[in-house]
C-alpha cells in the first residue's frame, strides 16, 4: 500500500513499483487476470482493435486535429518554422505523447510501454519514414539542403544525451520533466531565428549542392500572405492520396469557384473513392470519419466553422486521448497474453502504429519535391518526441505520486543509446557519402536495417532476455 502522510490512515498516496526503463516490469500483477478465451485466440481481437485504432488516430490527427492547429498558428502570426516546431509537430507526433501520458495512468500498463514508444518512434522515423520517402517520393535522387539536417541531428543528439543523463541515476525527478519541457522551448526559440541561423550556416560551410531549395523554410512575413496558405502548399493532396484540385476546373480555366467546389467532393470522406481498390480502407473508415465529422467542427478556412478551431482543438484532444488510452491498454494486454515485455510492444506495434502520421505527410511532400521538409519532419519529431514526449508526462504526472519521482532500471540505457546514435550516424554518413542525397537503394538499405532492429528487440530482449532483468 501506499505511504501515509502526518500518520492519517485517510490520506495514502499510491507507491508506484520499481519500472524497468526499456524491460519488462518484474511486476506482473497487471497480468494476472488473463482469461481463458484471451489465451485461447482471444489476443486476436486486441491486435486487430489497436490497429482499428491506428487507422482512426491517423484520421483524426490528419484530418481534424491539424487543420485546428493551423488555425492557431494563423491566429498568433507564428512563423512557419515556429509553427512547424510547435503547433504542426504536436499534430503529427500527437500519438506518442498522449500514449506516452497514458502508459503512465493506465492502470494495465508500464511507464516502459510510452518510454518503448517514443524509443522505437525515433528507430521507425529515420529508417522506415526517411527509408520510404527515399522509395516512394518518385525520384531518382533527392536532393538535400545540409543545413537543416545539421541542425536537426544537433538538437536530436541533445535530446538523446538529455534521456542518457535523465535515467542514468535510476530515477526520474519530476524537475527533470520540467528541464526537458524547457530544453524543447529552446529549440522553439532556436526556430524562431531559423532563418538567421541558416544564412549563418550558408557563410561558414558553403551554400546547398541545390540551391537550397525542395523544402528551405522562410520566415513568414504578415503581409505578404497568411500562414495558412503556406502551409497548405505543402499538402496538395488529402488523406486519401486524390490531388485536391479537380482536373476538369483546371480544363475549363482554373476558375477558382469550381475547383474549390471540386476540391471539397474529393475531399469529402463520405462520398465513393474513384478505384474499387480503395473500397475496404474507405469502408473501415467510414464509423472514424462519421465519427469525427459529427463531434469535432471543421474549421478548415472558408467553413462556416472556422471560427471554433478551439473547439475542434478540445474535442480533437479527448479524441486522441480515449483512442491512444485504449491503444495502451490493448498493447498492453496483448503483452500480457502473449507475454511480451511491454518494451517489445513499444518498440515495435505502438512506435509504428503511432508514427503513422509522420511517415504519410513526409511521403506526401517529397513526392512534391520537397525533401528537406519530408526529412526534417522525421527528424525533428524525434526531438519532439523525447524532450516534450517524455518530459511533459513526467512533469505533469510525478509531482501527484509519492516522493515526486520514479524508479527505473537502466540495464538498457547504454545500449539503446548507443543504438539511437548509431542510426543517426548511419543515416548522417549515407547521405553525406551520397552527395547530400537519398536515393531509393538507401531507403531499401534503411528499411534493412529497421527489420534487423525488430530482430533485436523480439529474439534478443525478450526471448533470449539477454539483459536478464527479471
Same mark, same amino acid.
Given at each position: 500500500?501506499?505511504?501515509?502522510?502526518?500518520?492519517? #490512515?485517510?490520506?495514502?498516496?499510491?507507491?508506484?513499483? =520499481? =519500472?524497468?526503463?526499456?524491460?519488462?516490469?518484474?511486476?506482473?500483477?497487471?497480468?494476472?487476470?488473463?482469461?481463458?478465451?484471451?489465451?485461447?485466440?482471444?489476443?486476436?481481437?486486441?491486435?486487430?482493435?489497436?490497429?482499428?485504432?491506428?487507422?482512426?488516430?491517423?484520421?483524426?490527427?490528419?484530418?481534424?486535429?491539424?487543420?485546428?492547429?493551423?488555425?492557431?498558428?494563423?491566429?498568433?502570426?507564428?512563423?512557419?518554422?515556429?509553427?512547424?516546431?510547435?503547433?504542426? #509537430?504536436?499534430?503529427?507526433?500527437?500519438?506518442?505523447?498522449?500514449?506516452?501520458?497514458?502508459?503512465?495512468?493506465?492502470?494495465?500498463?508500464?511507464?516502459?510501454?510510452?518510454?518503448?514508444?517514443? &524509443?522505437?518512434?525515433?528507430?521507425?522515423?529515420?529508417?522506415?519514414?526517411?527509408?520510404?520517402?527515399?522509395?516512394?517520393?518518385?525520384?531518382?535522387?533527392?536532393?538535400?539542403?545540409?543545413?537543416?539536417?545539421? =541542425?536537426?541531428?544537433?538538437?536530436?543528439?541533445?535530446?538523446?544525451?538529455?534521456?542518457?543523463?535523465?535515467?542514468?541515476?535510476?530515477?526520474?525527478?519530476?524537475?527533470?520533466?520540467?528541464?526537458?519541457?524547457?530544453?524543447?522551448?529552446?529549440? &522553439?526559440?532556436?526556430?524562431?531565428?531559423?532563418?538567421?541561423?541558416?544564412?549563418?550556416?550558408?557563410?561558414?560551410?558553403?551554400?546547398?549542392?541545390?540551391?537550397?531549395?525542395?523544402?528551405?523554410?522562410?520566415?513568414?512575413?504578415?503581409?505578404?500572405?497568411?500562414?495558412?496558405?503556406?502551409?497548405?502548399?505543402? #499538402?496538395?493532396?488529402?488523406?486519401?492520396?486524390?490531388?485536391?484540385?479537380?482536373?476538369?476546373?483546371?480544363?475549363?480555366?482554373?476558375?477558382?469557384?469550381?475547383?474549390?467546389?471540386?476540391?471539397?467532393?474529393?475531399?469529402?470522406?463520405?462520398?465513393?473513392?474513384?478505384?474499387?481498390?480503395?473500397?475496404?480502407?474507405?469502408?473501415?473508415?467510414?464509423?472514424?470519419?462519421?465519427?469525427?465529422?459529427?463531434?469535432?467542427?471543421?474549421?478548415?478556412?472558408?467553413?462556416?466553422?472556422?471560427?471554433?478551431?478551439?473547439?475542434?482543438?478540445?474535442?480533437?484532444?479527448?479524441?486522441?486521448?480515449?483512442?491512444?488510452?485504449?491503444?495502451?491498454?490493448?498493447?498492453?494486454?496483448?503483452?500480457?497474453?502473449?507475454?511480451?515485455?511491454?518494451?517489445?510492444?513499444?518498440?515495435?506495434?505502438?512506435?509504428?502504429?503511432?508514427?503513422?502520421?509522420?511517415?504519410?505527410?513526409?511521403?506526401?511532400?517529397?513526392?512534391?519535391?520537397?525533401?528537406?521538409?519530408?526529412?526534417?519532419?522525421?527528424?525533428?519529431?524525434?526531438?519532439?518526441?523525447?524532450?516534450?514526449?517524455?518530459?511533459?508526462?513526467?512533469?505533469?504526472?510525478?509531482?501527484?505520486?509519492?516522493?515526486?519521482?520514479?524508479?527505473?532500471?537502466?540495464?538498457?540505457?547504454?545500449?539503446?543509446?548507443?543504438?539511437?546514435?548509431?542510426?543517426?550516424?548511419?543515416?548522417?554518413?549515407?547521405?553525406?557519402?551520397?552527395?547530400?542525397?537519398?536515393?531509393?537503394?538507401?531507403?531499401?538499405?534503411?528499411?534493412?536495417?529497421?527489420?534487423?532492429?525488430?530482430?533485436?528487440?523480439?529474439?534478443?530482449?525478450?526471448?533470449?532476455?539477454?539483459?536478464?532483468?527479471?
Amino acid at each position: 500500500m501506499g505511504d501515509q502522510i502526518g500518520g492519517s #490512515a485517510d490520506v495514502v498516496l499510491p507507491s508506484l513499483p =520499481r =519500472r524497468a526503463l526499456l524491460s519488462e516490469d518484474s511486476d506482473d500483477d497487471h497480468c494476472s487476470d488473463v482469461k481463458d478465451w484471451e489465451k485461447n485466440g482471444g489476443f486476436i481481437l486486441f491486435f486487430l482493435g489497436a490497429l482499428y485504432l491506428f487507422l482512426g488516430i491517423a484520421i483524426i490527427c490528419d484530418d481534424f486535429f491539424t487543420p485546428s492547429l493551423e488555425q492557431i498558428s494563423e491566429k498568433l502570426n507564428l512563423s512557419e518554422d515556429v509553427a512547424g516546431a510547435t503547433f504542426m #509537430a504536436a499534430g503529427s507526433s500527437a500519438p506518442e505523447l498522449f500514449s506516452a501520458t497514458m502508459s503512465l495512468v493506465s492502470p494495465d500498463a508500464n511507464s516502459e510501454l510510452g518510454v518503448g514508444t517514443i &524509443v522505437g518512434s525515433a528507430v521507425f522515423n529515420i529508417l522506415m519514414i526517411i527509408g520510404g520517402t527515399a522509395i516512394f517520393c518518385g525520384k531518382d535522387r533527392l536532393d538535400l539542403d545540409w543545413r537543416p539536417i545539421a =541542425r536537426d541531428a544537433f538538437f536530436y543528439s541533445a535530446s538523446i544525451i538529455g534521456v542518457y543523463f535523465i535515467f542514468e541515476d535510476g530515477e526520474i525527478q519530476y524537475w527533470e520533466g520540467i528541464i526537458s519541457v524547457l530544453l524543447y522551448l529552446g529549440y &522553439v526559440l532556436f526556430m524562431c531565428f531559423n532563418q538567421q541561423a541558416m544564412e549563418l550556416m550558408e557563410k561558414i560551410g558553403g551554400p546547398s549542392k541545390h540551391g537550397g531549395g525542395g523544402g528551405e523554410v522562410e520566415f513568414n512575413d504578415p503581409a505578404s500572405g497568411d500562414l495558412e496558405s503556406k502551409l497548405t502548399s505543402a #499538402a496538395a493532396t488529402n488523406g486519401s492520396g486524390r490531388n485536391s484540385v479537380h482536373p476538369e476546373a483546371e480544363k475549363n480555366g482554373g476558375d477558382e469557384t469550381e475547383a474549390a467546389d471540386a476540391a471539397e467532393e474529393d475531399s469529402d470522406p463520405f462520398s465513393l473513392p474513384d478505384k474499387g481498390i480503395d473500397y475496404p480502407l474507405w469502408l473501415l473508415s467510414l464509423p472514424w470519419y462519421f465519427a469525427f465529422t459529427y463531434t469535432v467542427p471543421d474549421c478548415k478556412p472558408g467553413s462556416k466553422w472556422e471560427a471554433w478551431y478551439m473547439t475542434a482543438f478540445t474535442t480533437s484532444i479527448l479524441w486522441i486521448s480515449g483512442i491512444s488510452y485504449l491503444m495502451v491498454e490493448w498493447c498492453a494486454r496483448i503483452g500480457c497474453i502473449l507475454d511480451i515485455p511491454d518494451v517489445v510492444m513499444g518498440v515495435t506495434v505502438l512506435a509504428a502504429g503511432t508514427s503513422i502520421p509522420d511517415g504519410l505527410s513526409s511521403i506526401v511532400v517529397a513526392k512534391q519535391g520537397q525533401g528537406d521538409m519530408a526529412v526534417a519532419n522525421a527528424v525533428g519529431s524525434n526531438v519532439f518526441d523525447i524532450w516534450l514526449g517524455l518530459g511533459l508526462p513526467w512533469a505533469l504526472y510525478l509531482p501527484f505520486v509519492t516522493g515526486m519521482k520514479e524508479k527505473v532500471e537502466t540495464g538498457q540505457l547504454s545500449p539503446s543509446i548507443l543504438i539511437l546514435f548509431g542510426i543517426l550516424m548511419v543515416y548522417l554518413a549515407s547521405i553525406a557519402v551520397n552527395g547530400m542525397a537519398l536515393t531509393p537503394n538507401i531507403g531499401k538499405a534503411f528499411i534493412f536495417l529497421y527489420f534487423i532492429y525488430i530482430i533485436y528487440q523480439v529474439v534478443f530482449v525478450w526471448l533470449l532476455d539477454i539483459f536478464d532483468t527479471d
